[in-house]
């Protein structure tokens, strides 16, 4: 079955270090997209991708970093500049970027926890 | 970007209807209204979304008043897996914009 795969569902990591989430398509969409969920909240964009070799910066970019050299991979870097790291990461994707009525569809997630 | 209303909870006993509402007052001519779920640490999931007419699929109904400014998401049979956060959200078909904003939803408890 085509979808999104999130890996790992848990993340613990130490202050001060960098970490990567994995964010896998296989629904050969060009968008893809990473928000970032808050207890009790909503989701807020981090990133998103039109297409391969291009992202641009969502509401809340600052120190995170993205990648996407390839179709179906979009991951996400959460760096030490990160002030909250802590929280439930999302990734998304869309069958393209102009098509105003085409459903995101959602990964299942990934919490990380940085103490 | 237009803003949504929504309760921030509703109880429904199981097998009877739920009508979710949402206000989009300031709603322009060329957003769509879209609702998503979220169930619990998992990601959102979609359910419908309209423009004017009134929608329907195998998971809901969406009922667009007539001036637009709000919407209703009925689930014709509340069932224990419909415990969810739903996400009325305003879908900007504009050129060059396709971003999705996600408040905080309503939070249905289905009750046996």
């Known amino acids: 079955d085509g979808g999104i795969t999130q890996s790992p569902k848990y993340l613990f990591r130490k202050e001060g270090q960098n970490v990567t989430l994995s964010c896998e398509q296989n629904?050969?969409?060009?968008?893809m997209y990473w928000y970032r969920q808050d207890p009790g909240q909503g989701l807020r964009l981090i990133y998103y991708?039109?297409?391969?070799?291009?992202?641009q910066k969502g509401d809340i970019a600052e120190g995170y970093s993205v990648s996407r050299e390839k179709k179906e991979s979009f991951p996400l870097t959460v760096t030490s500049a990160q002030k909250n790291p802590t929280a439930f990461y999302l990734c998304?994707?869309?069958?393209?970027?102009?098509?105003?009525?085409?459903?995101?569809?959602f990964g299942n997630g990934t919490r990380l926890t940085v103490t | 970007d237009a803003k949504t209303t929504q309760p921030n909870s509703m109880e429904s006993n199981e097998e009877e209807p739920v009508h979710l509402p949402c206000n989009h007052s300031t709603i322009s001519g060329t957003d769509y209204i879209h609702w998503y779920r979220q169930l619990p640490s998992q990601g959102p999931e979609y359910v419908i979304h309209g423009l004017t007419s009134n929608v329907n699929n195998r998971m809901a109904s969406l009922a667009i008043a007539e001036d637009r400014k709000s919407s209703t998401l009925i689930l014709h049979r509340a069932t224990l897996r419909d415990a969810a956060v739903y996400y009325c959200?305003?879908?900007?078909?504009?050129?060059?914009?396709?971003?999705?904003?996600f408040g905080k939803g309503t939070k249905l408890s289905v009750i046996p």
């Open positions: 991708s039109q297409i391969v070799n291009d992202f």
């Open positions: 998304a994707s869309s069958i393209d970027w102009g098509r105003y009525n085409s459903p995101l569809h």
């Open positions: 959200i305003l879908k900007y078909s504009g050129a060059g914009s396709y971003q999705l904003t």
């Open positions: 629904l050969n969409h060009d968008a």
